[in-house]
Structure formats: C-alpha cells, structure tokens
C-alpha cells in the first residue's frame, strides 16, 4: 500500500476515534443526567401531590394552594399533578381543578406550546390541552384541527371528545369527516373514543344516516365494545343495511347488547347470501333467549357449508341448556357428519369449561358416550 | 499475469472494499432507523399504552407455544402468557412428543380435560394424539401430537387456533404483557401486512419475578453483553431500515406475528429446515409478490420479548452455525428471487443484501483474517497500513455500536442503571477481542459445509427429528 | 386497602375514602397488594387494573381461591378505556367495578355499601350463634 493510502487511513482512524470517544461520553453523561432530572421531577410531583391532594377532593382554596405549590415545586410538576388528576375525578371537582390549572397559568402555557414550530411539542401540548379542560383549551384545541400535521389533528379531536360538549364534539366530527389520510386503525380509535365519551351523540350522528357503510360499521363496532345500550335501536335497524358487512356487525352487537327485539332479524339473517353474516347472526342468537323458531333455525345452521356458521350455530345451541342441548344430541346421531363434529365440539368444550350440572348429564346421556 | 502479488493485492483490494461497503451500509441503514424510530415512538405515545386497550382496534390472536421436555418452565411461561392484557386471546400448547412427564404436569397445573378433536386439518402433520381443554381457563388449549420438530409443532398449532392471527413464541421466552397489543395493533391498521416482528432483548441478567421483567440489567460476563450488544445493533439497526423497504427477511424465531389465512395459503412452516421462521417469511415474500398482493413483512420496534441467549460457547456456537446454515438453505431454496425483478424490492435488493452481507460475509471476513499470515509469509505486510486498517475496523465497529447504543438509549431507556450502559460500551471493544472472530469463523465453517452439500440436494437426509437445543444453562 | 400504581390516582381515592373515615392502606404493585392483604385483612379492596408485577386481574383471581380472601369485597377500578374487562373482572369474582374519572361521592357511595356487606356478613354468624 502506498503511503498515501496510508496517510488516508491514519486521517480516517484518528476522525473515527475521536467520534467514537465523544459520542461515548455524551451517551453516559445523557444517560446520567436524563436519569437524575426524571427521578428529581418525580419526587416534585409526588411532593406536591401530597400538598394539594386534600384541596383537590373538595378545597375551596384550590386555586391559591396551587399558587403556593407552583412556587416551592415549580409550574410544570404542579401542572402535571392536576392534569393527571382531572383524569380520575369527574364532575364538580374536575371544573375546579380547570380553573386551578388556568390560575397557575398551565393552560396558558401549553396554548403558547400548542403554537410552537417543533411538531412533537405540539402534540404534547395538545394532547395536554385535552385533558385540562374549560373553554381556554378548548379554543386552543379547536384552533389545532387546522394544524398541518395529522398527529395534531387527530389529538385535537380527541381532546374535544373527550371535553364532550355538543359543540365541540359536532366540531371534532366535522373534522374527522374531512380528514383523508386516515387509515383503519386511527378511524377505529376515533369512534372508539366517542362511544366512551359521548355515546349519544354517535348515535344521534347514525340516526341522521350521514355516513358510509364503512364508517358506520365502525361507529356500531365502537358502540357495541362500549356496551352502550342506548346504541340497540340504532344497531336494530341495520340489521337488514344494504352492505354485508354492516348486517354483519350489527347481527355480531345486537346479540352481544342482548336486544331481544332483534331476535326475529337475526334468525331471517341466518339464511342471508353471505357466509360471514350467517355467523355472525348465530353468533349474536348466543347470549339471547332461545325461542322454538330459533332453536330450529340454528339447528339447520349446523348443516351450513361455512364452517364457521355450523361452530357458531352449535355453540349458541350449547349456551342454554336442554332444548338446546336436545337439538345437539340429534346432530351427533344423525347422518350429516359436519353437524355432528359441530356437535361434539360445542359440547365437549362446554363440559371442560363450565360445571352445569346438565352438562353431566347430557355427558353421561347413552347416546353421546355410544359415539364418543 | 496471475502472479502471487497480483492474487494478494487483489485479493486485499476485495477485502477492504467489502469492509467499507458493509460498514456504511450499516451505518446509513442505523440513520434510517433513527428517524423511523423516533417518529413511532410518538406516535406510540408511551403513557397513553393504557388506552391502547380502548382502541377495538384488534384482531384476536392464538398464542402458540410449541414445547418439548420443558417440564421445568413451560408451567410458569403458559401462566404468564395466560395474564395477557390482550382482550381476546387463546394460549395453544403442542406437546411434540415429550419424553418426560409435561403433558401430565400441564394437566395437573391446568385442570385439564379431554375433549374431542373437531379441527380441520389444513396442514398435514404428525398425529395428534390428544387435545386438551382446560377447567379453569376457557382460552387454553393443549396438544398432545407425536414427535414432528418445531416446525410441526407449530402447524398442529395452527391447524387448531380459530382466530385470524397467531404468533409463535419460544417455550422459554417471556412476552412483555401488552406485547401483543402494539404488535397486533398495526395488523388490524394495515391489512397488507402479513408478518411482523418486534425487538426481542436479552433476558440473561434482568430481575425477572412471576414471570415479567422488572428491570432490564446488562448480563455479567463479557460473552453475554458481546451477545446483548449484538441484539441491539441487530434489531435497531438493520431490521427497521429493511422493514422499510418491505425487504425484511428475518423475522426472529423467539417472537413472530402472523396472519393466518397467508400462512395457511403458503402451506405452513416446513419441516425440512433448520431455521424454519425465516423460510417462512421468504415463502410469504415470494407468494405475496406472485401473486401481486402487496404483502408486508414490517417489524414493529418496540420491545416485545425476552429470550435466553446461550451461556456457554459451545451452544453459542452451535447456535450461530444453525442460523448460518438456515439463512443459506432459506437462500438457496429460494433462490430464484435473487436479482428478479418480479420480486419487487425484495429480489433487487433484499434478498442480494443479505447474500453478500449476511451469508457471504463470514467467509469475505474470515478470508481477510488468513490473508493476513499471509501477507506477512510473503512478506507483503505492510506493518502500520495493517495495524491502522485493524484500529479503523474496530472503530468502526465501535461507533456502530454505540450509535445502537444511543439509539436504544433515546427511545426505549432501557437500562436504568448508567454502569450498564458503560458495560455495554465496554463490550463494543471487547468484542473485537475474540468474540467477533470466533463467531465468524464458526459461520464460515457452516457457510462452506452447505456449499459443499448443495450438490446432494436431492438425496432426502434423514436425520432425528429433534428439538434442537437453543436453551443453555441459564446464566 | 388501595391497589394502585399511579400516585396520583392512589393518593385521590385515599383521601377521598380517609374523608369518609375509612382507614386506608396503600399498595403499589399486585405482589404487594397480596402481602398487604395477609397482613391487614381489609373489609373492601380498591384493585386497578394495571399494575406491574402482577396485574390486577391475576390478584382478583388469586384472592378469590384463597378461602381467607373470600371475605373482602372488591371494587375494580380502572381508566375509560377498558370496557372490555369489566366481563372478565365481574367474572373472576369482582363485586364492583368502577370508571375513572369518577365522582368522589359515586367512590364513597359504592365503598359503603361493599363494607356494608362485609359487616352484615360477619355479623349474621355472630346473631346466630
């Protein structure tokens, strides 16, 4: 090698080492300092907690205690205490810890973090912001619907969900309708969040049958994870929606919401065109009362092509005890050799996983041991 | 003329480009990363995992465990992935022919109860002898087959789990308990991923108490931080830039999330490889291409799993010659993709980086070791051109590593302890020392025997069908 | 007794139950709410979900094999978020369940009457024997 090259490689080596030596210490001084500033901000926050706790719960002096507070701990810890507070306690307290925090100014300096160029501390505050509550944040939060980053956006609307004033919900939605990058899982969680905050209200924006299929299926989805009773009427009527999909969760909610009034749709949904409507009707019939008809219907679902259809069918079959397990006892008799498995599968895992004294008995029944 | 000193100057010329090809690579490849990463690590806000659970944004997943003569820790692993924060899960079990007592272990843990086998049967695999539902737990499911491998294990598995996703886990790995919620979360936000892989630390050395880690700790000796090291770098900083090219090959064995209707479209995992979780994921990348479906392999960078490196040399070793050979064979089997077009980004660029890189890189390295006597026999050497060409080389390596190091460090804050972290950097020189070298040689010594066996591809080897051991005793 | 690993949360629900003069006992993870429950026998328990080392679900299971812990009520508290569990929770064996953000009233009402079961249980025994 020439002498140049080498001259070139001690050049590189002496560059390389020195980037190697500096970027060595700083990660353990970042790591040392980062380390001591968190624990120190910890212990500020918990000290102040301890401060204000008894105010929060039911002080009238909130705002002035705060003051004090923000003074010995600083701003921020005293911020983060209340924020964090407004989570767990609702109603009269959760007004008076807002005007705490706009007293000591927390809210007035997220809105001033809300308007900064760097996108992270935007968020941050923004999503802040949503949990402080009071028109202040809520200004602010509506401003950011505009921001042009999507993660503001979407934080913004959440924050005014969650503020679950009519006004601000209404301007959330109309936000959420015109935004056109989304993908499957923000639009979930946005209507997931809105059928734990505003229930209502997402049913309000169903009756006005202004939404796609798609959209709505999500919304009904939402609802029926929130266990929201108020949405049955609403899931009720699409359960005969023109698009498969829909019919599909709507049958899957009615039966997870118990809404009896559906009984009659769900068994006509039985013999719908598409498989994975058949299940998910079989499916919902699970939790509800089985009627002569409907027992009969599931039991000719076990004769289904699908095999989804026949295991869905046959577990609802198993849920209720005698006439179900009657129908089930026919099937393992009988001819059809896919309705017999379907059978024996519901009935075998109901006797490992429950401790129904019929069970034992339809276990220890002649014609079940005969076959097993 | 092909004169000595022609060959070796050649040959030196080889052995330096390579060098600095690989090295930049690696180090653009751990920019890249950097600013993904850190945009996910927003976009997952850390504080908020609480309300991930809110999202319904989910899609059940079967768990699957395949496990032989684990009698010692399956019990404990099956309880922990039982306390899952996942909303709707199932833990399969596939007992692949033990031949110690886990089957009657798991029945008294579990309250076990017979119950008919209705499943289809989509993928062929060895007899199931028995399937096992339990009393106390509806969502625990166990399989009693006979001895088929880990790949048939994991077949059985899928052939009986009813929901649309599954992730196959190792007997001996601890899966953080809202794991499955940031991984499966991009499944149902994305429908064209078909596979996902997270970040899998070392658990040699963390406090671990009923089956979770309360603290990640650096392991003791040097030969586990080397290993720990390697993990970082490994999947901070090549797996992230690859996944972003839709290139990602490698999804690692301890922890790998799938969507089933793909798998089952593929035919499963094969039985005839040795690393058979990255044959897989070739497979997929290939159908999905055939077929024009768009399908993504991505890798979620967030810590998902824990796994138990080997503590000795000696399973070390064997462990790195059986990842050699599966990435050779994974390579070969496929090797129609290498340099086609058909096959998208993987064929043009995956798939050569990870022959030049990954598989022909040992032999490259280990040439350059030799040539080096060599050089000196010959008397070719020149002295200070070496020495500073090996400084730069572990320099290099060392800055490689720590920008690893601090990457980890920004995002994920994993070690609580600074003396850890200084270990860590410790380890980035010391691996140098040795370890590297070792390891190398041990991998091209693999690379060479599968060259060497190509030609005898079509004879069928029968060999035992066995477990092959990852585990060693633990640290 | 208060199971419960954010502070903020932990501290509220004492003081709001202190103000109604319950004695509170606070522990910060499942494996300690389950030391804590050995030594102080409390009438109701306040379990949170989400706790390290040993979540919430997996305590309310193991208390509720335990023939001692048969006694204490258990009121499972946990963020808006997880309606999902509230099946489960109910399921393994939990009395109550309750949403933050609550009202402090609502938390106080609801304690009352889980103690208050608690009370009437031990007391019958004691009328009639």
């Not at chain 2, 119950?115 to 106390?136: D, G, M, Y």
């Not at chain 2, 030049?356 to 010959?378: R, S, V």
Request: charged share 25%; glycine share 6%.
């Amino acid at each position: 090698m020439t002498s140049a090259s080498t001259t070139l490689l001690l050049l590189g080596t002496l560059l390389l080492g020195a980037i190697a030596f500096t970027s060595c210490i700083a990660l353990v001084i970042h790591h040392a300092v980062s380390e001591a500033v968190r624990v120190r901000r910890e212990r500020r926050a918990d000290e102040a907690l301890v401060l204000l706790a008894a105010a929060i719960i039911d002080g009238e002096e909130l705002c002035s205690l705060a003051a004090l507070a923000a003074r010995r701990f600083g701003g921020d810890a005293v911020g983060e205490v209340l924020r964090r507070a407004r989570n767990d306690i609702a109603g009269d307290r959760a007004k008076a810890i807002t005007a705490a925090l706009e007293s000591i100014g927390e809210v007035g300096k997220l809105q001033r973090l809300a308007s900064s160029r760097n996108t992270a501390r935007r968020r941050t505050a923004i999503r802040h912001l949503g949990e402080c509550g009071g028109d202040g944040a809520r200004d602010a939060l509506q401003n950011a619907l505009g921001d042009r980053e999507w993660e503001v956006r979407r934080a913004a609307r959440d924050g005014l969900l969650s503020d679950g004033r009519d006004e601000s919900i209404r301007v959330a939605v109309a936000s959420y309708v015109g935004e056109t990058t989304q993908n499957l899982g923000w639009r979930r969680s946005f209507y997931a969040r809105f059928a734990l905050v505003a229930p209502a209200q997402l049913c309000g924006l169903l009756q006005r049958a202004t939404l796609n299929p798609a959209e709505e299926k999500l919304a009904i989805e939402a609802l029926g994870h929130a266990r929201s009773s108020i949405a049955i009427p609403e899931i009720r009527a699409r359960l005969t929606a023109g698009d498969p999909e829909l019919r599909a969760s709507a049958a899957r909610f009615a039966g997870k919401l118990r809404d009896l009034a559906s009984t009659p749709s769900l068994v006509q949904l039985l013999t719908d065109p598409d498989w994975f409507v058949r299940a998910a009707a079989a499916r919902g019939l699970e939790t509800l009362p089985k009627t002569p008809t409907t027992l009969l219907a599931l039991g000719t679902c076990l004769t289904d092509p699908s095999w989804w259809v026949r295991s869905n069918a046959a577990r609802s079959l198993s849920r209720d005890g005698e006439p179900g397990f009657a129908i089930l006892r026919t099937a393992i008799a009988g001819d059809d050799a896919y309705a017999r498995d379907a059978a024996y599968a519901a009935l075998a895992t109901l006797r490992a996983t429950t401790v129904e004294p019929n069970v034992e008995a339809v276990a220890a029944s002649p014609e079940t041991v005969a076959t097993c | 003329m092909l004169t000595v000193e022609r060959i070796l100057f050649a040959a030196e010329h080889i052995v330096l480009a390579y060098f600095l090809v690989l090295n930049s690579t690696y180090l653009a490849f751990t920019i890249v990363s950097f600013y993904d990463l850190r945009r996910y690590r927003q976009r997952v806000w850390r504080g908020d995992l609480r309300a991930l659970l809110s999202d319904s944004s989910y899609l059940p997943v079967s768990i699957l465990v395949p496990a032989h003569n684990e009698r010692g820790t399956v019990i404990a692993n099956v309880q922990s992935l039982l306390t899952s924060t996942y909303p709707e899960f199932e833990v399969v079990v596939i007992n692949d022919g033990s031949t110690d007592d886990t089957i009657d272990c798991l029945k008294r843990a579990f309250a076990l109860v017979e119950v008919p086998p209705a499943t289809r049967v989509s993928i062929e695999t060895k007899p199931v002898l028995a399937v096992f539902r339990s009393l106390e737990h509806p969502n625990l499911i166990v399989i009693d087959k006979e001895n088929g491998g880990k790949s048939d294990a994991l077949n059985a598995g899928i052939n009986v789990s009813t929901y649309p996703l599954f992730c196959s886990i190792d007997a001996d790995s601890l899966l953080e308990s809202d794991a499955l919620l940031r991984v499966a979360r991009s499944f149902a936000e994305d429908d064209r991923i078909i596979a996902s892989g997270g970040i899998v630390r070392v658990l040699n050395g963390s406090l671990v108490a009923h089956g979770e880690v309360i603290e990640a700790r650096a392991p003791g000796t040097p030969m586990l931080l080397c290993q720990s090291l390697e993990y970082v770098r490994g999947f901070l900083a090549g797996r992230t830039a690859l996944a972003k090219m839709n290139c990602l090959l490698i999804i690692s064995g301890a922890f790998g999330l799938f969507r089933k209707g793909p798998v089952l479209a593929v035919g499963g995992y094969r039985t005839d490889t040795v690393c058979e979780d990255m044959e897989l994921v070739v497979r997929l990348h290939r159908e999905t291409r055939r077929l024009k479906q768009h399908g993504r392999v991505v890798f979620v960078p967030d810590p998902v799993c824990w796994t138990q490196i080997p503590a000795d040399w000696r399973s070390l070793l064997r462990q790195r010659d059986r990842w050699q050979r599966g990435l050779l064979e994974s390579l070969w089997m496929h090797r129609r993709m290498f340099l086609n077009p058909r096959y998208g980004a993987v064929g043009l660029i995956g798939f050569p980086f990870y022959v030049l890189f990954e598989a022909l890189g040992p032999l490259i390295e280990t040439a350059g070791y030799l040539l080096l006597p060599i050089l000196w026999l010959t008397g070719h050497l020149n002295g200070p051109f070496v020495f500073l060409f090996l400084l730069l080389a572990v320099l290099f390596g060392m800055v490689l590593s720590v920008t690893a190091l601090i990457l980890d460090d920004l995002l994920f804050r994993r070690y609580a302890r600074t003396a850890d972290l200084v270990k860590m950097i410790g380890a980035s020189v010391l691996e140098y020392l040795g370890y590297r070298q070792l390891l190398t040689a041990r991998r091209a010594f693999a690379s060479i025997n599968v060259l060497r066996r190509k030609g005898h591809w079509g004879r069928i080897e029968r060999q035992a069908i066995h477990h092959t051991d990852r585990r060693a005793a633990s640290a | 007794m208060i199971a419960e690993d954010d502070n903020v949360t932990a501290l509220l629900t004492a003081e709001v139950l202190r103000r109604a003069g319950f004695a509170v006992v606070r522990a910060t993870n499942g494996e300690s709410a389950l030391e804590e429950m050995e030594r102080h026998r409390p009438r109701v328990m306040i379990l949170d979900i989400n706790m390290p080392r040993r979540d919430g679900l997996e305590v309310l299971r193991i208390v509720r094999r335990n023939l001692a812990g048969a006694q204490v009520r258990i009121l499972v508290l946990s963020g808006h978020a997880q309606a999902d569990i509230a099946e489960r929770a109910r399921r393994d064996g939990a009395d109550d369940y309750l949403v933050k953000p609550f009202a402090p009233a609502e938390l106080v009402d609801r304690v009352r009457r889980l103690a208050a079961l608690v009370d009437d249980r031990i007391q019958r025994p004691r009328d009639e024997g």
